[in-house]
């Protein structure tokens, strides 16, 4: 049974600091591109991250490079997601998400499990 488990989400001000981390189980973890996704209140689900299987190349959405870095620990199963900088339009679930292979994914259709999400909030 696959799952994706989200944390490290809640409530921050502006300018602040969150990790969200996400514990992969039921697949082969270190065979697959990984990613964030995020879904702004009333808006539709949009790339934030990838990196790929090796955690060797990784690639941030326009929006938040240079302020978030994703990685990944394939001894423990986990990618993570480092975020400074943070800014009220970042307020969003966050979803972490498993891709359909090793490679380098920026769509959703290129994704093949998801968890639940996390929420972070951002105040101004």
């Known amino acids: 049974q696959v799952q994706l488990v989200e944390s490290g989400g809640g409530l921050v001000q502006a300018g602040g600091s969150l990790r969200l981390s996400c514990a992969a189980s039921?697949?082969?973890?270190?065979?697959?591109?990984m990613g964030w996704f995020r879904q702004p209140p009333g808006k539709e689900r949009e790339f934030v991250a990838t990196i790929t299987w090796s955690g060797d190349s990784t690639f941030h959405a326009d929006s938040v490079k240079g302020r978030f870095t994703i990685s990944r620990d394939n001894a423990k199963n986990t990618v993570y997601l480092q975020m400074s900088s943070l800014k009220p339009e970042d307020t969003a679930i966050y979803y972490c998400?498993?891709?359909?292979?090793?490679?380098?994914?920026?769509?959703?259709?290129?994704?093949?499990?998801w968890g639940q999400g996390t929420q972070v909030t951002v105040s101004s």
């Open positions: 998400t498993a891709g359909r292979g090793g490679g380098f994914y920026t769509t959703r259709d290129e994704y093949a499990y």
């Open positions: 039921g697949f082969t973890f270190s065979r697959r591109a």
